[in-house]
């Protein structure tokens, strides 16, 4: 009687129901209720180690195709002052999940290696996924641990405030590298240094930088003759910004550099200007519209004569930048524009576009552009005497231009399955040579 009982309550139950009931549902194929799933995930993340994440987080199915997933993990980063990054978090949801949305920031340290950082996502990430995996056909198996700070090992664990920093917030950088090649007919060494120090605060940003670097090149002919070439350069700049509120800030640039490419034996400029930035700089991560304007004096000192009679000058100029910056689920794209002009002779400016975009436009479909152009008539350091033939050939020398261009443009397409769970690394460090 039990029987009859529970097979005419099933006959008459929905799909749903009759899951619930325990028992099976009807012959008719329909769709698994989404909780008898895994969390399916689409993660757009540039700066992680995606195959490190996909074989430590195995709880949920990762998708190529954000129409596919119940949740889009956008994954941002800024620079800190001291160093570090800043990670930001966009949990999207979808389909199911809709506008369950969810957004958390972390921060490493300058000191973190990449296995730090990635080791420090993957728990970020899953610390994340956790709620919503709750329902989901992994939360049978899920669990969650603490460990007290008083109990950790690490000291560096515990949520107790900072000593006072010695370095009183200031970050220093130094690098360098060198580099050599030969052939028989040919040789070639060069070398780059460089030295930063900078200071970030919520008000106030400050910056030193230094920099050189040379390269000496040798040819030998086809018959015997040396061919030498030399060029090198080196720059030395600090900029001072301060906030003025959520939106606006000024600064102040002053700069040195030398350049033998550029003919310029010593260029000396001082550049105050004010920044504007249309949404608050809270978003600056996300999407950003920002106005800039510089003017100040440039003194230069040219290593030979100019094509305008000059050993040296000062030249008064001002500067109009504009950028907009978008990261957002479909993609991401830019936009700027720069114009700088000579104050004392309006007919010499330089005006410059640039403009970039990487879109998802359907499912599995991708469009990526960039395009970049320069109108020029500020070549003021060109030499009188112009280029030699191996300095044309060598690009030791700049040549006088009116524009300059480059464009570049492609797309992918992928279909088949949307899961990406599987790792497999077989082979992955092989080099086939035909």
Request: hydrophobic share 40%.
């Given at each position: 009687m039990r029987f009859v009982f529970t097979a005419l309550l099933v006959a008459t139950a929905s799909p749903a129901q009759a899951g619930q009931l325990g028992v099976a549902p009807p012959a008719v194929r329909t769709p698994a209720p989404a909780a008898a799933r895994p969390l399916h995930v689409y993660l757009d993340c540039w700066e992680c180690d995606t195959e490190y994440v996909q074989q430590h987080i195995v709880f949920i199915e990762y998708v190529r195709d954000r129409a596919a997933a119940d949740l889009h993990v956008l994954v941002t980063t800024q620079p800190t002052g001291g160093g570090g990054t800043a990670w930001t978090m966009h949990v999207i949801g979808l389909n199911r999940f809709h506008q369950r949305n969810l957004t958390i920031t972390y921060h490493t340290p300058q000191s973190a290696t990449s296995d730090d950082r990635r080791r420090e996502f993957a728990r970020r990430f899953k610390l994340v996924l956790a709620g919503y995996a709750a329902d989901s056909s992994a939360?049978?198996?899920?669990?969650?641990?603490?460990?007290?700070?008083?109990?950790?090992?690490?000291?560096?664990?515990?949520?107790?405030p900072a000593a006072g920093d010695p370095w009183g917030g200031w970050l220093f950088r130094?690098?360098?590298?060198?580099?050599?090649?030969?052939?028989?007919?040919?040789?070639?060494l060069s070398y780059h240094g460089s030295f930063s120090a900078s200071r970030v605060t919520r008000s106030l940003k400050l910056n030193v930088s230094m920099s050189t670097s040379a390269t000496r090149r040798r040819f030998t002919l086809a018959d015997g003759r040396d061919v030498r070439s030399t060029s090198d350069s080196w720059n030395v700049s600090h900029t001072t910004v301060k906030s003025l509120g959520s939106r606006v800030s000024a600064g102040i640039r002053v700069a040195a550099s030398h350049s033998s490419f550029d003919n310029r034996d010593r260029l000396l400029a001082i550049y105050p200007g004010i920044?504007?930035?249309?949404?608050?700089?809270?978003?600056?991560?996300?999407?950003?519209?920002t106005v800039w304007y510089e003017a100040g004096p440039n003194y230069y000192e040219y290593s030979e004569v100019t094509v305008f009679d000059?050993?040296?000058?000062?030249?008064?100029?001002?500067?109009?930048?504009v950028r907009l910056s978008l990261r957002q689920p479909w993609g991401s794209a830019g936009i700027s524009t720069s114009v700088s002009q000579h104050l004392h002779d309006r007919t010499r400016y330089?005006?410059?576009?640039?403009?970039?975009?990487?879109?998802?436009?359907?499912?599995?479909?991708?469009?990526?552009?960039f395009a970049y152009y320069s109108k020029i008539r500020d070549q003021i350091s060109l030499p009188r005497q112009g280029a030699t033939p191996?300095?044309?050939?060598?690009?030791l020398r700049q040549l006088q231009t009116n524009y300059s261009y480059s464009v570049g443009m492609g797309f992918s397409y992928s279909f088949g399955s949307v899961f990406t769970s599987i790792v497999n690394p077989r082979f992955s460090g092989t080099h086939f040579i035909f």
């Open positions: 939360a049978r198996d899920l669990a969650v641990s603490y460990t007290p700070p008083a109990a950790a090992g690490d000291a560096s664990a515990r949520r107790t130094i690098g360098g590298s060198g580099n050599g090649s030969a052939e028989t007919a040919t040789r070639s920044e504007f930035n249309v949404f608050p700089y809270d978003e600056f991560e996300r999407r950003r519209l000059k050993l040296e000058e000062m030249v008064p100029k001002q500067q109009l930048d330089n005006a410059s576009v640039f403009g970039d975009a990487d879109v998802r436009l359907f499912k599995g479909f991708s469009f990526n552009m191996e300095e044309i050939l060598l690009q």
